[in-house]
């Protein structure tokens, strides 16, 4: 794993997401509603690990732009996966008071006003994409038919309906999978599919790209799960043991820790193998990117 490489490049497509989400949600000052964007920026910006930017651009990179041209793309899913995290810890859904080292946003604020950033962010990263006038119309609908397709009901929302009704219950490893992939997968699979969209890649390239995101994204919940029993909740920033505390069924409780780690591994390895197809050299960064999620502790 060249850790330099993934170290240098997350930071430099970080800082361009930071700057930009900024920009992108600075409330006018004659506004009269600040406060909910007083809320979306609170849990939105300066926080999380900006995976799926960094993915984003990176697959734009490699399929012929520059990074810079998916900046906007990559706003979007950032958005849509905070409004995500957002609802998630609601009350009615997860419950959770901790998010990103610091107060849910439904305890920062209330739920009300939790409840309307999220609903804002998902507004917000629709028009984001609209708005980006310097790519074609084509590669804009492409873009924001992918995002909205898998954060949608049989995507991101779909997973989360799995999700709530398999607390108190036992599960399969089939319904499991099925799960991550809409809860988890699918937006890593927006984000890299996005970024191709914004440089016009070929269906091949889209092709390696699914692949890789939805290996990637399986072994990155698969660590999740792992970290939710044996991890340090001031380093990850979130409630541990949370899938226990709600009788939920995950790799760790199907499979057992070592068996979870393993599989982790395979998914990483058929990750690292699609990319180093599809790109060859050019593939550096998304194979030590997939090792570096594989054995991250936050």
């Known amino acids: 794993m060249d850790i330099s490489l993934v170290k ?16 992108l949600t600075m409330p006018l000052p004659d506004c009269l509603y600040k406060s909910v964007y007083t809320a979306l920026r609170y849990s939105l910006l300066d926080a999380g690990k900006r995976i799926r930017p960094a993915l984003a651009m990176e697959f734009c990179r490699l399929c012929g732009g520059e990074a810079a041209d998916a900046l906007d793309f990559a706003c979007a899913v950032e958005m849509i996966h905070t409004y995500s995290l957002i609802h998630d810890d609601l009350p009615c859904m997860d419950n959770d008071d901790l998010r990103r080292g610091k107060p849910s946003c439904h305890k920062a604020f209330d739920e009300a006003t939790a409840l309307l950033a999220g609903d804002a962010l998902q507004a917000l990263a629709a028009q984001t994409i609209a708005q980006c006038t310097a790519l074609p119309a084509e590669r804009r609908i492409m873009a924001s038919g992918e995002l909205f397709r898998l954060c949608g009901i049989d995507g991101m929302v779909g997973g989360q309906v799995i999700d709530l009704e398999s607390e108190d219950k036992e599960i399969g490893i089939n319904t499991l999978i099925k799960m991550v992939e809409c809860k988890t997968c699918a937006l890593i699979e927006a984000a890299c599919v996005m970024g191709c969209a914004a440089a016009g890649a070929s269906d091949t390239q889209i092709a390696a790209a699914r692949r890789y995101a939805n290996e990637v994204g399986l072994a990155f919940q698969i660590i999740d799960d792992i970290l939710d029993v044996v991890g340090d909740e001031k380093t990850l920033g979130k409630p541990i043991a949370s899938d226990a505390d709600n009788n939920k069924s995950n790799y760790v409780t199907l499979l057992g820790l070592e068996q979870a780690k393993g599989v982790a591994a395979i998914h990483t390895d058929i990750a690292k193998e699609s990319a180093a197809a599809a790109f060859g050299d050019e593939a550096a960064f998304l194979i030590s990117f997939a090792e570096y999620l594989l054995e991250r502790i936050y």
């Open 8 to 23: 240098s490049r997350l930071e430099q497509y970080r800082s361009m997401t930071e700057r930009r989400l900024d920009e």
